[in-house]
T-cell receptor, first 115, second 113 residues
Framework: EPEVTQTPSHQVTQMGQEVILRCVPI?????FYWYRQILGQKVEFLVS????????KSEIFDDQFSVERPDGSNFTLKIRSTKLEDSAMYFC?????????????FGNGTRLTVT | DQQVKQNSPSLSVQEGRISILNCDYT??????FLWYKKYPAEGPTFLIS?????DKNEDGRFTVFLNKSAKHLSLHIVPSQPGDSAVYFC????????????FGTGTRLQVTL
């Protein structure tokens, strides 16, 4: 079964550094998402992306965050200047449509640790 | 933000018996509900969904029930199997933002032999 793949599985970075999390969505999917889960808390929506544009973003997704689809296969999340509170598991997801019959398929996540 | 609540952090069920996982929501705008399963070190995996125009949806061993007046949904797994042991997340979305999911905190299901 096709999978969403994320790299790296674990990223350690120092506070203030830039970090890029990478994702390869399922190949025929057109809608892409980032979610995160801080340890012990809920999975939270960050951003959705379609047709090279952000469709929707949460209040968490401030100016420190950006997303990009640099080529036909990758989808990235950049955090410009990491903070301690950015430490979390970041999940990429993709779907073949925007609606109810197109459930999200999640990757296995990147654990980001900011020291 | 407690729009989607799973009040039982854990549940233990014997193999072969029924597992019932519960979820409550407060936002009456939610009209699409999903259950995801998550194993350690993996991402959430979609299990089953239901839209607000229905009160039941079934897929094999998994059935989701929706009670809109009570703002409550439940996932039934019959019969439970050891491989079902995982964390189960309830999620909800609003029409027009079907992919922006609001998740509950999860229930850890342990299916014992």
């Amino acid at each position: 079964e096709p999978e969403v793949t994320q790299t790296p599985s674990h990223q350690v970075t120092q506070m203030g550094q830039e970090v890029i999390l990478r994702c390869v969505p399922i190949s025929n999917h057109l809608y892409f998402y980032w979610y995160r889960q801080i340890l012990g808390q809920k999975v939270e929506f960050l951003v959705s992306f379609y047709n090279n544009e952000i469709s929707e973003k949460s209040e968490i997704f401030d100016d420190q965050f950006s997303v990009e689809r640099p080529d036909g296969s990758n989808f990235t999340l950049k955090i410009r200047s990491t903070k301690l509170e950015d430490s979390a598991m970041y999940f990429c997801a993709s779907s073949d449509g925007p609606g109810y019959n197109s459930p999200l398929h999640f990757g296995n996540g990147t654990r980001l640790t900011v020291t | 933000d407690q729009q989607v609540k799973q009040n039982s952090p854990s549940l233990s069920v014997q193999e072969g018996r029924i597992s019932i996982l519960n979820c409550d929501y407060t936002n009456s705008m939610f009209d699409y509900f999903l259950w995801y399963k998550k194993y350690p070190a993996e991402g959430p995996t979609f299990l089953i969904s239901i839209s607000s125009i229905k009160d039941k949806n079934e897929d094999g061993r998994f059935t989701v029930f929706l009670n809109k007046s009570a703002k409550h949904l439940s996932l039934h797994i019959v019969p439970s199997q050891p491989g079902d042991s995982a964390v189960y997340f309830c999620a909800a979305s609003i029409a027009g933002t079907a992919s922006k999911l609001t998740f509950g905190t999860g229930t850890r299901l342990q299916v014992t032999l």
